[in-house]
């Protein structure tokens, strides 16, 4: 059967603006990169503060470490959580507060393993590895992002 056409003034004008519809389109992509840079900021800045703190207090240096990674961690996570929630994402509380920590474990786990897993099957050492878990940490980078933009802060019926 053909299907018919119908152009209203021979398709004379359109109201597709390149930029600004772009924009639109991108727009919770381009505001996730910049929760992702700030709570990047937040996490290291704390991590330096914790971990100079634990330093002057004579803290043993693994169990600084420690202390400061999982501070920065739970501080750097909750700015991102309510940036994500409300900036990006536009979400409603409730089960997402949960959801994006279930998340945020999950893919810890992921980027450990991952790393673990391969620097150690390609056997590489130093540079190499941190260049590999950086790549590991951009494709779970957009794995968060539609992981949260499908099930963390989706819009629920009725909502």
């Not at 900021?41 to 207090?57: H, P, R, T």
């Not at 786990?109 to 099957?121: E, L, M, Q």
Request: with cysteine; proline share 1%.
């Amino acid at each position: 059967m053909p299907i018919h056409t119908i152009y209203i003034d021979e398709n004379a004008s359109s109201h597709f603006r390149p930029l600004r519809d772009a924009l639109l389109i991108y727009r919770s992509l381009f505001q996730f990169c910049a929760s992702s840079i700030l709570a990047f900021v937040i996490d290291n800045v704390v991590f330096a503060m914790v971990f100079g703190l634990a330093e002057s207090q004579d803290v043993a240096r693994k169990i600084g470490v420690l202390i400061a990674l999982c501070a920065a961690r739970l501080i750097s996570g909750h700015f991102q959580y309510f940036y994500n929630s409300r900036v990006v994402f536009h979400g409603h509380g409730g089960r997402s507060y949960c959801q994006y920590w279930g998340t945020a474990l999950c893919i810890a786990v992921t980027s450990y393993w991952a790393t673990v897993w391969i620097t150690g099957a390609l056997a590489v050492h130093g540079l190499l590895v941190t260049l590999l878990k950086i790549f590991m940490e951009m494709i779970l980078f957009v794995l968060s992002y539609h992981v949260q933009k499908a099930w963390v802060f989706a819009n629920k019926k009725g909502q």
